[in-house]
Nanobody, 116 residues
Framework: QVQLVESGGGLVQPGGSLRLSCAASENVFNFNYMRWYRQSPGKERELVASLSVGYTTRYAESVKGRFTISKDGGFKNTLYLQMNNLQPEDTAVYYC?????????WGKGIQVTVSS
């Protein structure tokens, strides 16, 4: 069973930065896509950013220019989300997702709180 483990969340002031990591139990190049989702209280889970095996990236409009998705396919087998200029509306639980064709895998999520 593929395992995805998020880390790097926490509390940050508005305008600050965080880098989320998602450690995968297998080579990240085995996945068709890797993604970051987030969910705020009372809201549906939304797609934040995606990265294809061929390095095509897509972002939600709300994070374009501020967030960057990337992956390390070497020894670390890790997906990243660099988040800059964080705002209170970015507060959410962030989830790592990956798929191998129709099989989807999820991390347990990590809290990001943006507050002064």
């Amino acid at each position: 069973q593929v395992q995805l483990v998020e880390s790097g969340g926490g509390l940050v002031q508005p305008g600050g930065s965080l880098r989320l990591s998602c450690a995968a139990s297998e080579n990240v190049f085995n996945f068709n896509y890797m993604r970051w989702y987030r969910q705020s209280p009372g809201k549906e889970r939304e797609l934040v950013a995606s990265l294809s095996v061929g390095y095509t990236t897509r972002y939600a409009e709300s994070v374009k220019g501020r967030f960057t998705i990337s992956k390390d396919g070497g020894f670390k087998n890790t997906l990243y989300l660099q988040m800059n200029n964080l705002q209170p509306e970015d507060t959410a639980v962030y989830y790592c997702n990956a798929n191998i064709w129709s099989r989807h895998f999820w991390g347990k999520g990590i809290q990001v709180t943006v507050s002064s």
